[in-house]
């Protein structure tokens, strides 16, 4: 039998990577901006995000707005 790994799309942000490596929680950090869990959760997932927002969790996170930013993210191209 053949196993498929699903290969994630890569990400845009690295929010949750660098929370995890800080030993931080979503909710720690969601506190810090004054923003719900549920929108720190769609910064997490890649579904939502603005310029100015990593800008600010990057300040909270004592890090580079760099350190944020996945270098090699592709948006997918679109089929027409």
């Known amino acids: 039998s053949i196993m498929i790994k699903k290969v994630n799309p890569p990400k845009l942000n690295r929010v ?4 995890k490596a800080q030993g ?5 950090l969601a506190d810090k901006l ?6 720190m959760h769609n910064i997490c997932s890649q579904q939502s995000q603005s310029l100015e927002r990593l ?19 592709r948006p997918e191209q679109k089929k027409s």
Do not use: C, H, M, P
């Not at 949750?16 to 929370?19: G, S």
């Not at 931080?24 to 720690?28: A, G, N, T």
């Open 55 to 73: 800008f600010e969790i990057a300040d909270v996170l004592g890090v580079s707005v760099l350190e944020l930013i996945n270098a090699d993210y």
């Open 16 to 19: 949750a990577d660098v929370l």
């Open 24 to 28: 931080r929680s979503q909710k720690w």
């Open 34 to 39: 004054g923003i719900s869990t549920n929108a």
